[in-house]
Nanobody
Framework: QLQASGGGLVQAGGSLRLSCTASGNSFNIYAVAWFRQAPGKERGFVAANRRSGTTNYYADAVKGRFTISRDNAKNTVYLQMNGLKPEDTAVYYC???????????????????WGQGTQVTVSS
């Protein structure tokens, strides 16, 4: 199971750090990702990391502003969000999967384990 936290209300240009903590073992082999869903829109890819020490992947809309990282000792993945914009407003979900192949890393339907979502609201 995944437990997400860290959302909130922030002004444009501000920062937030989301956290997602997993229960269980072998977190280090899991691919982890963040997705987001704004009202009236489909859930979209934000960022992912397939395994520690490997490349991070980002949606073009957040590249250079958001950073995904993980602490395997704490079974936690983070999403540091800087330079927030009103269009970043959404519910953010963390996801994980132990067997994800690289070509599927941006596909939400390929992740088996999901957190409950945390609301991020950016005011202009």
């Amino acid at each position: 199971q995944l437990q997400a936290s860290g959302g909130g209300l922030v002004q444009a240009g501000g920062s937030l750090r989301l956290s997602c903590t997993a229960s269980g073992n072998s977190f280090n082999i899991y691919a982890v990702a963040w997705f987001r869903q704004a009202p009236g829109k489909e859930r979209g890819f934000v960022a992912a990391n397939r395994r520690s020490g490997t490349t991070n992947y980002y949606a073009d809309a957040v590249k250079g502003r958001f950073t995904i990282s993980r602490d395997n000792a704490k079974n936690t993945v983070y999403l540091q969000m800087n330079g927030l914009k009103p269009e970043d407003t959404a519910v953010y979900y963390c996801a994980a999967d132990p067997n994800l192949i690289l070509s599927s890393i941006r596909q939400s339907d390929m992740y088996k384990v999901w957190g409950q979502g945390t609301q991020v609201t950016v005011s202009s």
